[in-house]
């Protein structure tokens, strides 16, 4: 479906994952999908060469709200746990994110609330220096 329909980032992803990835800093997908439509969705988006590293359903033996996706993706690219941040859009990935020690920012398009360390609508409203901000411990 994606082949034939295309798809579209999220407002601000693009932004956020290209900015990210020229200030050098390491990103991951940690998905509970398999491999494959990883790859088909980031090939789509145009987005590939943002990640380092994806870690996958092949990749773990327990779904989210395990932390075991986001442990063997900061193994794959190997960043301290206290070092990470998780940007989702469910509950169970926030969670997933915290078990594991690391902090979160929730993007609240799909749930009314998450239970992260900084709750955005969209990416774009994020400022610039959010990331740096949430690892330092500053947040709104």
């Known amino acids: ?3 034939t329909r295309g ?3 999220l407002p601000g992803v693009r932004r956020w ?6 200030e050098g800093w390491r990103q991951a997908v940690a998905s509970s999908a398999p491999l494959l439509n990883i790859q088909t ?7 590939g060469e943002c990640f380092d590293a994806i870690a996958s359903s092949e990749d773990v ?3 989210k709200p ?15 746990l206290q070092r990470c941040i998780v940007v989702e859009d469910a509950p169970a990935g926030i969670e997933g994110g915290r078990r594991a020690g690391m902090r979160t920012i929730g993007v609240c398009s799909s749930h ?4 992260a ?7 774009d409203e994020l400022p610039d220096d959010a990331f740096d901000r949430l690892l330092n411990g500053r947040v709104p």
């Open 61 to 63: 033996q327990r779904g």
């Open 66 to 80: 395990d932390p075991q996706v986001f442990l063997a993706a900061a193994a794959k690219v190997a960043v301290p």
């Open 1 to 3: 479906m994606i082949q």
């Open 7 to 9: 798809a579209e980032c």
């Open 112 to 115: 009314g609330t998450l239970q």
């Open 41 to 47: 969705i980031l090939e789509a988006l145009a987005i």
């Open 117 to 123: 360390d900084w709750v955005v609508r969209s990416l």
């Open 17 to 22: 994952l290209e900015h990210l990835h020229q």
